[in-house]
């Protein structure tokens, strides 16, 4: 690899920018390429380029089929930054879903000013994050490997980031509350410059409707969401919540 090369992709692992190299495995010819700009002496032809950016978003290296790259062999490798997730509120559920988190490889942090909620000792090793949410979210600078879900069924705190998280590029933006709650929340965001797309964008009531109901349920519900989402799964039900949460 040339040093050019190499330095750019140091760079973008520090950035945590997603790249993926490609390489000629015949004549060690690379290219080096993101969602939008490509360095090195590889040219690749457009249908080669559009799969490799499709291997960069479905996080998949490997060999490009013969299909797309004929008698060529080019081996795509995939640099993605961890996966993350920002929970707003340091409540019941968020205990229950950070490790899930955790276990499917994100790198959580809990964003909650409530010194009484937001502790060490209810979620040891967690990053925690004591600011007002929208600070929380310039902090944290969520993009499109990062999923962001609110949980406090508190406007004061979910709404702004939510504001931010619709913003940004995250993959994933989920907020707990029954289909009446989040009619409300859409009326209230409606008036922070959100368009419909925009709004669109929220997964309300979070979670897969699966009849979900404790804690521990309603993070699987968020967690299988999520997943569906960062794979570009086809649309499933939302959550249905229990009719105490309405």
Not at 182 to 187: F, G, T, V
Request: aromatic share 4%; net charge negative; charged share 25%.
């Amino acid at each position: 690899m040339r040093q050019a090369l190499l330095d750019r992709l140091l760079a973008a692992r520090d950035a945590k920018q997603p790249v993926v190299l490609a390489t000629d495995l015949k004549d060690g010819q690379q290219l080096l390429l993101d969602l939008e700009r490509q360095q090195g002496d590889l040219e690749l032809s457009d249908r080669e380029l559009e799969a490799a950016r499709t291997a960069l978003r479905d996080d998949v290296s490997g060999r490009l089929p013969p299909e797309v790259a004929g008698d060529r062999q080019i081996f795509l490798q995939v640099f993605n930054p961890p996966l993350r997730l920002i929970v707003v509120g340091a409540v019941h559920i968020s205990q229950a879903l950070v490790p899930m988190a955790q276990i499917l490889g994100y790198d959580v942090a809990i964003v909650d000013p409530r010194p009484a909620f937001a502790t060490e000792q209810r979620f040891p090793g967690v990053r925690l994050v004591d600011e007002w949410p929208d600070d929380a979210m310039a902090l944290l600078k969520p993009d499109r490997r990062t999923a962001v879900v609110t949980l406090t069924h508190d406007p004061k705190l979910d709404d702004p980031a939510l504001s931010e998280a619709l913003r940004s590029d995250s993959f994933y933006i989920g907020a707990l509350g029954s289909t009446r709650t989040h009619a409300k929340r859409l009326e209230r965001l409606r008036t922070a410059s959100l368009s419909e797309a925009d709004l669109g964008r929220i997964q309300g009531p979070a979670g897969l409707a699966i009849g979900a109901k404790s804690p521990a349920e309603i993070a699987l519900s968020v967690c299988a969401q999520m997943t569906a989402a960062l794979r570009a799964a086809p649309p499933l039900v939302k959550a249905q919540q229990p009719a105490a949460a309405q």
